[in-house]
């Protein structure tokens, strides 16, 4: 199944971006998000289909010989593929409200803290 690889994707972050302390604003990103959420279901779609198409050429007859070796390859490729990002978009959606939480968490004890100095400053 070697001649079926596709390859790992990589996305490489720049250095001059400190990952704890990224921030984005959470009503800008939301239509980001829902247009991401809607490009894995449309290539999820778009894999299932070829999958359909490939496994209808070989049921056909269309193709022949080592072809139909080929095109059913092809076809579970598709079908693992469309598999993979409907999870890859349900892990980014789920990473995506865990952020979220998260960092109004963080807010809220950055918050707490602040008071608990002040109310400490106030006693002495």
Not at 67 to 94: I, T
Not at 100 to 119: F, M
Request: include cysteine; charged fraction near 30%.
């Amino acid at each position: 199944m070697g001649k079926f690889n596709l390859g790992n994707s990589v996305t490489k972050i720049s250095n001059n971006i400190d990952k704890n302390s990224l921030y984005l604003n959470q009503d800008k990103m939301q239509g980001i998000v829902d247009d991401m959420e809607k490009q894995f279901d449309e290539l999820r779609d778009s894999l299932f289909n070829i999958n359909t198409l490939l496994n209808k050429c070989v049921s056909r007859k269309i193709v022949s010989g080592n072809a139909v070796l080929v095109f059913k390859g092809w076809a579970r490729k598709c079908n693992s593929q469309a598999l993979a990002s409907e999870n890859r978009k349900n892990s980014l959606l789920n990473k995506y409200k865990e952020d979220i939480n998260k960092y109004k968490i963080q807010q809220l004890e950055a918050r707490i803290e602040a008071l608990e100095e002040k109310l400490l400053s106030v006693k002495e």
